[in-house]
């Protein structure tokens, strides 16, 4: 038996996760379903096609059920078109998160309530901006959402009789999980985006010890090492604190969800501690509606916002201030936070006019941008002229900062799940190939698995192992018990003094007779026991001292050849 | 001899049972039931072993060891346990050579980390007998005294340390991977479970965890220098953590660093530095203030920043006058860059300023302190540099300066070096003087007795030098009024204003009679100062002017300060008393001069005055004053013949400085939970009741006492009964409730109280026709207190 796995994005590349795992038995579990935001045609979307090469009828025929791990466009940016225009209708998981202070059911799981907002938003700018054909509508959206099945963490969901799923947290983002499946004896885990460093508002990824034929791990940074980030945050609250103290103004150009909150509580701490009273707005829109979520959604945070959640939430910014429109050309400083993230157009490119000419003022940018976004053209070099297009251009005096707190676990910490999970396999997605293959040498030589990095539309093929339960006699166990205590005298005086006791073994190997019986389990047993349990009589020879008197001298050889004919006389 | 040999291939397990367990257990294999539970051969074993070690089996404590060591790695949990106990115990009964104890450490270590409770609890058992076997065999060496815990730690190599920090691996110097079979293989690690343990420990999701982290990052510091720079890094960042907890554990750890010596504050983190000197938490603030006295900064501009920063935190919280001490500290550290502050003060100080108090600002006093503190470095070229104008500006903050300084050096020889730097003559030579170059600030170490040595010196001499002050004040105010005519009325009223400054000082830091004589002092200049000004009135004949400096403002003025030193201190001895009488003579001349008419009341308060004197000085052991006499005769003779301006001219303030038992007489007044925004209620026109606590000083028992009410016109006075105080002879206190009537038909009032007493003292006075109320003239013993109310249908 064993386990086939397609990857059908994100292999070797960042962007369109997506991975079908074939357990034996046919089942087929399809983990994370999303789109590529580099390309605009068909590449954009996982090949779904390949899911009918062996002959299904349908996609539901094809697939058991999709499992989404977080509402990160390249996670589920493909999922409407998969159910509403490729037509699956099987069953679709995303995390729940059970609340009973919430009211609304709808907004008791963190990536299905924020899913659609992700997806309507990226859909707008798709269609309203650039003008794209629209792939699918805001009702598909809403369709597609209706066909979600909520899954909460540590809870173990039976898809059918077999197959069977359970979600683990995974920090990342709100909501995101790390999702363990399970067909008969083979398991395996796919880890989504995960981060094991807890941030400020996130807890760090958490999973059980499981027996795992194969792990799926994303290896976003599989050689970076990051040091700790609070030194990143102290140059960060430095920078900001520099620009208002000297009247200027901070714009942080930022995504709704999961950065925008983190560099919040971060700042109105700061601005409680320094007893700071310069205002922090949130331009409208996304982010304060996310804001709302993340409010609701609390029990996915981290510990600290949990406990201190009980006396006040931690998401009702003290400093934090709604943005009206006028307010851009106010005198004096403030700390913006604007959508989108890379200044890529929309309102931070709005303020960033306005702003970026003043050397006073300073513009935050998060650690990646796309190329082509002026976010991007900033942090190459410093340049004091951008063009918009032909008529307008933007003149840049402002100081630009740079801070990446990425959501992402680094080498180590993929090392030390891998570790701590020790699957007999390991595939790396979600990355890029140079690194995946150092990743790749270090898992095989330190850890001593075997691991790949497949490309899109590859499948790799893991054997599984077949587990089989045998019985063992109580005599067995005590002999090899034993065994292990005995001692060698000379062995242990060589390694006496040295700094681990070598004498002793922590796995032995026990010698016994497997007996293996038809509708029996089979049984485990020492040799002694053998006979007994065949119920066979045991045959004793006894050896008859022959007139040695005699006989004076004899070649051993001799007595040997007539021990030997001795016995076949003897026995009966 | 026939023995049947048996086929023996089967029971080489049991034979090896036998051998290892001893001959106390004979047949293993007979007891069925005991090999059925594995678990319990191993205790069986492991008793047996326990036993042979006392019994000092031939196998010898190593072959135990060895046996339990094994046993210590299995996989049931009870028997991991009841291994390491029998470790120990053969640790404690055997006379352990070198290697057991590494041995058994190190079997305790690995164990550490068990999923067992019971297993780590002997563990750490072990482990704590291991380090007690280690210390004793390292005490036979001669370093006895070493803590556990260093030892301990010290056997772990920089390299591990260093490792500890950084989730990256660091490769070694020495060997940096092997080469096997032409691959390199990256260099293993010594311990890899310590790998980034503090990196991965201060990223915690529990604050717990991350308060430990920092714990222990401070104490693993003094252990390696380049540790302690890498642990900086990370605990600076830790600084911005959003728990209370961890941000003071980490500043506790950085302190620790500190007087180990191991911290080096670089530039990237002044800034995180100096904002938690401006942080809102006060034990913020004063943790990263103690760590800033104890650093040393490598830049001016970081020095000139930590002091900018300081002064800017003095002026929010100027409350905390610890920030002198750091500053002074601060300042002591770097004589450099204290010279140099010291420079650019002494010129800004020099400038002339636009009648500004400029010594009031924080900032030129903190700055003053940088500068002198100069004077106590270790640089010896400095402190000739520091500009004499910074020592006599320095004189007028002594007492901050000598708080700064802390015990080390009392008051006084600080004062006297002061003085000798800026040229002024001291009085004293007497004084400890010190070395001629400065005084010394002793480390930490010899402090304690200094300090035990200074408290018992420092009362009398405090004293000595409070009274030499008092005595140049007086020689002063004596010089002024000899000088009064001839001189601008504005210096004279300078001069004594500034006397009375200085006196005030001095009453605020003596306590005892000393205290009670010095604020006596002040009523007695506060009084010639009316004096010189009623005097200059009648000089300048302008009776009909009006406001604080008419006449007859200033004369009732005088009266209430003479009222003042009559009646609120006890214990005068009779030159006091003699000198008091004097004043009200003058005052009673006054007022004869002033209505013209000889008033008959007025004469007798004269006579009444003469008569005491008269009596005070009968016994010949006091003169009379040329003044006094001259009145006598005056008075004798009807004011025949007598100019009362040219009598008026005889006076001559001669305060004595001779004050015996003096006490001062006082009380303080209390309203419980009433303030503006917490106000009581009432019901218009209803009594409402007014909870005090009254506490008096010095108050004796003849004395009479009221309760002054006032509230827009009414006025309401309630005797208080001394029988319902509480305590000594000295301070009486006790809680009351006293009704007011007159409660205004208003939403809301105010009630100003008072306590005054009255003045029995020679009191010839008119008697007030007032029911319910002191007689004769009062005075006010306390501050006025206000009561708010507020009524109960508007609440």
Redesign the interface.
Known sequence: MAIECLVLGAGQEVGKSCVVVTFGGGKRVMFDCGMHMGHRDSRRYPDFDRLLADGAADYTAAISCVVITHFHLDHIGALPYFTEVCGYHGPVYMTYYDCAALVYPFQQYPTKALAPLMLEDYRKVMVDHRGEEEQYSYEDILRCMRKVIPLDLKQTIQVDKDLSIRAYYAGHVLGAAMIYAKVGDAAIVYTGDYNMTPDRHLGAAQIDRLKLDLLITESTYAKTVRDSKHAREREFLKAVHKCVSGGGKVLIPAFALGRAQELCILLDDYWERMNLKIPIYFSAGLTIQANMYYKMLIGWTSQKIKNSYTVHNPFDFKHVCHFERSFINNPGPCVLFATPGMISGGFSLEVFKKWAPSEKNLVTLPGYCVAGTIGHKLMSGKPTRIDIDKDTHIDVRCQIHQLSFSPHTDSKGIMDLTEFLSPSHVILVHGEKPQMAFLKERIESELGMQCCYPANNETVSIPTSQNLKINATEKFIVSFCMDETENDPQKQNLNFGGDMPQGCRTEGVAEGVLLMEKSKTPKILREDELLHSLGMETHFVHFEPLHPSSIEVKHTGESAVQQSSLEHLDCE | MEE??L?A??SR??A??AS?SSANCPDPMDEGPS??V?GL?FAE?LRAAGRGASSGSPGGP??Q???L???S??IYPLARAEALRGLAAVLETADAP??VV??CH??AVGLMRDEDEGVRLASVRLIALCADKLNTREGSDGNGDNQTDIMFLQRVSEGVLLQSL???VIKPNTGSGSIIKGEK??PKLIYPCAA?IF??G??????QVRTAACKSLGALSKLSAQYAQKAL??L?????D??EAVRLQTLQALFHMATYGCLTVQEMHM??FL?LL????AS?RDATRKILGLVNLPKLQMFKSAIDVLITSLEKHQEEQEIYSVLFSVGKNHGNFSANIAKHLAKEISMPSDGELILDKPRIKALLIVSISVAFSDDKHNKRDIPEVIFSHAISLLGKISCAIGEVVDQNSLLSYFCQRTGIPFWETKLPSRESEGCSVETVADIRPRIEKTVKSTKCLDEVLTMQSVKSIIETVERTWTIRKSCNIRDVRNILRTCKEELRILASNSSGSTGAFLSFLCEYLDAVQFIVEILRSFQLDNSYDLGPTSPDILLEKLDTSIRRMKCCYAGFNRGMEIQVCELALLANLFGLSKVGIQSKLVLDKLHWMINRLDCLCADGSCELSYFSREIKKAFDANFVGHDIFTLLELFHPKPTTDYGMLKTISADLQVRDNDPENSSTYVCGLPVAVSLYISLCNISSQDRLWLRMIVGESIQHTFLELSSFGGNDEVKSCSTIIPFYATPMACSFVLRACLVMECPYGSVSIRQECNRGPSGSIIELSDELDVYFVCTKRR
């Not at chain 2, 201060?202 to 604050?207: K, L």
């Not at chain 2, 600076?236 to 911005?240: L, P, R, S």
């Open positions: 049947p040999p086929l291939s089967t397990a049991t090896s049972v290892s090999v059925s594995p051969p074993q190593e072959a060891v060895q046996a060591a094994s046993i790695r299995g070198g290697g590494e041995l190190g079997c950084s989730k990256k293989v990256p980034g990196a991965h201060i990223e915690d999701e529990f604050h890094d990370l600076m960042g830790m600084m911005n959003d728990t800034h995180m904002g401006v942080d809102m938490n913020i």
